[in-house]
């Protein structure tokens, strides 16, 4: 089991951080590009629907992406590994210090982006299995 606590610490690690490095871009881009520098419009422009729905596809592509780099090269328990990252990450935008930068909650490509990713990396891991099999049967 010791083996899935790296993989799980770094897919925690780079799906929060991928996310906080999102959400920054967005509001320095308000800033610095649009000019906008009154704290209750920029408020209302993050927590708004119009950024809820930009903010669903990154979030999916930031689970996906994470969640594939961490257990591709992960043995066993993909799917455990998925779902940990995937309550960890929507713990912390509840709970924790993110709930601030957050936008609406997106819980659904947060748990999307982590079955299909575990699924993919579950693909993968086999995929690089059947090849080194086949490789060491034809020796």
């Known amino acids: 089991m010791h083996i899935t606590i790296k993989p799980l610490i770094y897919g925690c690690l780079l799906t929060i951080g991928l996310?906080?490095?999102g959400y920054l871009?967005?509001?320095f881009y308000h800033i610095l590009v649009l000019g906008l520098d009154d704290p209750k419009i920029l408020v209302d422009i993050m927590r708004s629907n119009r950024m809820m729905w930009m903010s669903i596809p990154y979030t999916f592509i930031v689970v996906l992406?994470?969640?594939v780099l961490v257990i591709k090269r992960l043995p066993k328990y993909h799917i455990l590994?998925?779902?940990i990252i995937v309550i960890i990450t929507a713990?912390?935008?509840t709970f924790g210090p993110l709930k601030i930068a957050s936008i609406h909650m997106n819980y659904l490509p947060?748990?999307?982006g982590g079955l299909i990713a575990a699924l993919v990396g579950t693909k993968l891991n086999r995929s690089r299995r059947d090849i080194t099999s086949e490789a060491d049967t034809a020796n």
């Open 91 to 93: 713990a912390s935008i």
């Open 65 to 67: 992406a994470s969640v």
């Open 19 to 21: 996310g906080i490095i």
């Open 110 to 112: 947060i748990v999307l």
């Open 25 to 27: 871009v967005v509001l």
């Open 81 to 83: 590994v998925a779902s």
